[in-house]
């Protein structure tokens, strides 16, 4: 080693013990005591005592419910899920084998009603226009600096479209309208491209990148642009397309949504905007909670002999919730929901799907297991915690599952829950532009100390 490789190794010594003297620093001046918060009656996350979101603004695109209002009494229900009024149920039913059920979806979510067969026509035609990237876009941009976090890619594409943008600043409601169709259309090939860039550049594997095709579906061009030999079933296409509905749209006060409210209300650009909810979907307490569900699977299965013992898995879920097991969280990931009680009904049709699946992949006893974990679950943790509110599955109890008999590897599934969800962040985004008018600005108590200002000479 020579004399300068010595010292750049002392030096970065010298810097990493700088660093954790800011640290012990950072962590003795910035802890507020969690007494002050009762005292002040602090809504922490915006929820109140019982969890329940504080309201904070007016919607008309989706409606989440887990209650029925008996009696001037709220007595829990089977959840329930409205776009513009139309229960999910019924939109999925409705779609009779129909390969564009996400395209109507977004259709509903913008403009409010459903389309008829030559609206959704011309809107598919419309969206097959903008689904498209040019070469340039994708080596320059898409391919430049790839990294293992494909969200991370997706903001760096997204705010670099800000620059292919004419008239990128105008937040007039047509303009937006535009710029949100673009986006939708084109955040598939940003998110598949980028994973085949990582895969390429950082994993040594051959580069290849095909161009959607007119006349598929969304989901259908995502498996197609997703795999080397471009095939899928008929049922692929279908449980892709369903999963893709069922995570369009959940309320306006889900973080990443209410970031579209919050940042949009500055008056921003589109493409800070959805780069903002992209940023909030990031996190493992929101998109990435089918990340951990599918991982505490693996574990299960590696630990568990027997798949059907009931008593054998029970037995190691109350590891799991005792801190013994798994990530030693105390935590059944996918089990449990901020406001649905005794179902989650995106949960209730996805595992439907999730089940016809395992069927065609001869995946059966996964599903089994899935199924078992998810009836045993709810009644433990309820035991653990001593809850009396109910304990039911959510949508990534089986979302992660499904993503991987589809074949989509883990570093696409928070991605695909982006590319779901832009239609529902587009349509709020509208919602807010048209009927707010005052930046979001909540409050926070000072519970600090006034200080007397000491010179720098002075000061110990």
Not at 127 to 132: A, G, K, Q, Y
Request: hydrophobic share 40%; aromatic share 10%; with cysteine.
């Amino acid at each position: 080693m020579t004399e300068n490789e010595m010292m750049n190794l002392d030096e970065m010594g010298e810097l990493k013990h700088s660093i954790l003297q800011l640290q012990d620093e950072l962590l003795k001046n910035h802890r507020i005591d969690p007494n002050l918060y009762v005292e002040y009656d602090v809504k922490r996350g915006l929820r109140d005592s019982a969890g329940k979101g504080v309201l904070t603004g007016l919607t008309e695109v989706s409606d989440v419910n887990a209650y029925d209002l008996i009696n001037g009494r709220k007595i829990p229900a089977e959840g329930s899920l409205y776009y513009q009024g139309y229960n999910i149920y019924d939109l999925v039913k409705g779609l009779n084998g129909r390969k564009f059920g996400f395209e109507e979806t977004v259709y509903l979510l913008l403009f409010g009603r459903l389309p008829s067969e030559e609206e959704l026509r011309k809107f598919v035609d419309v969206m097959f226009e903008l689904e498209t990237l040019s070469g340039r876009f994708v080596r320059d941009v898409v391919m430049k600096a790839s990294n293992a976090n494909i969200m991370n890619s997706m903001q760096r594409c997204i705010l670099t479209l800000y620059t292919y943008d004419s008239n990128p600043e105008d937040i007039s409601a047509c303009n937006v309208l535009r710029q949100c169709l673009e986006l939708i259309a084109k955040l598939p090939l940003i998110a598949v491209y980028s994973y085949h860039s990582y895969r390429h550049f950082r994993k040594d594997e051959t580069l290849f990148i095909r161009n959607p095709e007119k006349g598929l579906s969304l989901a259908e061009n995502i498996l197609l642009m997703l795999r080397p030999d471009g095939k899928y079933t008929e049922l692929e296409a279908k449980v892709l397309d369903i999963a893709l509905i069922l995570h369009a749209e959940h309320g306006g006060g889900n973080n990443s949504t209410f970031t579209t409210h919050v940042v949009t209300s500055s008056g921003t650009d589109t493409y800070s905007s959805v780069a903002a909810s992209i940023g909030s979907l990031k996190g493992p307490r929101h998109g990435g909670a089918n990340l951990k569900v599918q991982d505490m699977f693996e574990d299960i299965k590696a630990h568990i002999e027997d798949w059907t013992n009931e008593e054998e898995v029970e037995a190691y879920l109350h590891k799991i919730l005792d801190k013994q097991a798994f990530d030693r969280s105390g935590l059944i990931y996918g089990m449990g929901h901020a406001v649905y009680t005794l179902s989650d009904p995106r949960e209730v049709i996805l595992k439907k799907f999730a089940g016809q699946l395992a069927e065609e992949k001869g995946l059966n006893d996964e599903f089994a297991l899935y199924e078992l974990v998810e009836r045993l679950a709810g009644r433990l943790i309820m035991e653990q915690r001593k809850l009396f509110k109910n304990v039911c599955a959510n949508v990534d109890f089986y979302s992660g599952f499904v993503y991987t008999m589809l074949g989509i590897p883990k570093e696409l599934f928070t991605p695909i829950f982006a590319i779901a969800r832009i239609p529902g962040w587009s349509a709020h985004r509208l919602e807010e532009l048209l009927n707010a008018s005052k930046i979001i600005r909540p409050a926070y108590k000072y519970v600090g100390h006034h200080t007397d200002f000491v010179p720098i000479g002075e000061r110990k």
